[in-house]
């Protein structure tokens, strides 16, 4: 397994130029940053403020997931999963791509099952192509587990080979998304044919899996921070750039 950072975000995200601004939910793009001291504020303050109410929805959202971002488990897991869940569905993710939760992936070591359990798919009909981690708790994440960098790759790997169970059997690139609270990373995956004849019969020895990250750290704060205004509009385009690619890619 090779690991890479890297700061430009294309050669992480395919076709980022082409993702126009009038392709992101209106709703998701607040004007402005949001503050600690913000996600405090009341209810009925929100109620005040000059936005749409699909826009207050989502603020409030954020508010709740970051207020409790700190918590071990609990009550952060659910505000972090309805964030999510609220960004996905709005991006009109829909034929032929569709979204699963929780689907059961696995993969094969010589005759050892592994099993993987992402929180997200978005697949082109059968094909996954992109898979949604969240490690939802500021506290869990360490430099020594890797910053949960290894659970992404077997996640990955899984899904690749429950590709290769449909017939896809080449080359793949894959990618990820991982949530830490309001922290966003995007990985890409590449995995050569040969890797998955060598992990038939064991440990692969010649070939290796290519991981590369965007932004380029690993950390628990190095990802791109959904509670700035610039954070959101680029998780934004992102994740559409990856729909489309999804889309465009299993349909050549």
Request: proline fraction near 3%; charged fraction near 20%; include cysteine.
């Amino acid at each position: 397994m090779k690991f890479a950072g890297s700061e430009d975000q294309n050669n992480v995200i395919p076709g980022l130029g082409d993702v126009h601004d009038t392709e992101i939910p209106a709703k998701l793009l607040l004007s402005f940053s949001i503050s600690g001291r913000d996600f405090g504020i009341s209810v009925n303050k929100i109620k005040d403020l000059d936005l749409s109410n699909d826009a207050k929805s989502f603020f409030f959202q954020m508010s709740k997931m970051v207020q409790n971002e700190d918590v071990v488990s609990g009550t952060a897991e659910t505000k972090t999963d309805t964030v999510v869940m609220t960004i996905l569905n709005s991006l009109a993710i829909e034929w032929p791509l569709n979204l699963s939760q929780h689907p059961l992936l696995s993969f094969k070591i010589h005759e050892r099952k592994i099993k993987a359990d992402p929180e997200f798919t978005i697949a082109s009909l059968d094909i996954i192509n992109v898979i949604i981690v969240e490690d939802k708790h500021l506290k869990n994440i360490t430099v020594d587990n890797g910053c949960g960098e290894p659970q992404i790759a077997a996640e990955l790997l899984a899904a690749a080979y429950e590709n290769r169970q449909r017939n896809v059997m080449g080359d793949q690139v894959l990618f990820a998304v991982r949530f830490i609270c309001s922290y966003v990373t995007f990985y890409r995956f590449e995995v050569s044919n040969n890797y998955f004849r060598e992990l038939a019969i064991g440990l692969p020895a010649n070939e290796y899996i290519t991981m590369t990250r965007w932004p380029g750290q690993n950390t628990k704060t190095s990802g791109i921070d959904l509670k700035t205004a610039n954070g959101r509009h680029q998780v934004l385009r992102c994740l559409i750039a990856l729909c489309n690619y999804a889309k465009n890619h299993n349909a050549e």
